[in-house]
């Protein structure tokens, strides 16, 4: 035990220059219930700080640090404004400012349905290219996405320093994060308009905004349904033991690939997961007690599936804690790697229940892969 208390301190101090042998590797999946000095959650106040250290060691390990609330949004100019789907629904784009002296913009698009009753619930997805938007607004949503790359591009195979990390010199975050802040800032702004509810808004995103998409709804708390499509590697599923064939820590951390997604320490795991003091399913149990659903497709090799049914169990004992078994959901399609119609109307059919009070005809818990067991013994306090 004093060995295990003297290393859980030494990984969870941020000054401390560590190296990969300093880490002892733990088999299985790490118990999210066991505070850094060793001793376990028993009680919900004890889970709410167990989830500070856990928000720590993946911002301090794998993401970086993200700045606080800049609590300055505001429309920079509006850009354009009209009618979509067969003027079913009002278009509008605009940038938005904020950050230091409001230096950092973005562009988002506002999709509306005309006839849907005021104040809507609002889906936002990562990245301007609309898809899903007239799904969502026939259904009585307001569909809003944005270019989280206007404040840090996305680059393969080199890093920039982009707009918001220059804006803030001393954080240590990477693209993912900075993607995830974004989508944080495009909600302060959708707090200001009064047709919509931003109590019942959902986050998604599809692959490396997948990946984003679970990061901002683990530490947004706002964000009250969360969505990664085909997230995988740095996503929804887990590091340990991957399968042949599936992205692992050490190919999307090399230089050559997406380095500069994650923090600069975090491929010092790569080949060595098992000495990571996390794994994804961590980032699952920051969403809980918030409804969680992870959609992905069987054919997705790279995406690690067999890890996203890992993290998935792995998540569950703390949803189970929480006394909301159910909102830890997850979806397999035939397929591959996409957000396609199908994974979007399971978006909706989750978001109508949670958010609007519908009756879920699935429970979107059963087990992609039933016969794999779970890689871990721990259980619920
Ligand atoms: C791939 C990367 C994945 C995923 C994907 C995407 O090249 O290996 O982790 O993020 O890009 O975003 O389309």
Redesign the pocket.
Known sequence: MTYCLCFLALICSPTSNTTIDQFAAIEGLPDPFLFNDGHRVASSDDWKARRAEIIELISRYEYGHVPPTPGNVAVDAPLESGTRFANASTFQSLRLKFGPDQSLSTTVHLYLPKNAPRPLTVILRFGLGGEHAQAANERGYAFVCFDQTSLDPDT?GHDEVGPAQAAYPDHDWASVAVWAWCASRVLDYMETLTDIDTAKSVITG??????AAILAGALDERFALVVPN??????ASTFRNPPKGV?TLE??TRAT??KS?FHTDFGKFGDAEERLPFDQHFMRALVAPRPLLSTDAYGDQ??NPPGTQAAWQGAQPVYDFLGVSANNMIHFREGG?DQLAPDFEVLLKVADHFLKGAALETDYQHAPFPRVPAPFSWKAP
Not at 206 to 211: A, C, E, I, L
Not at 230 to 235: H, N, P
């Open positions: 393969e599809h692959s490396r905004t997948g990946k085909g997230s995988g590697c740095g996503g992205e190919l999307i690939r997406f997604w790279w995406c790697h």
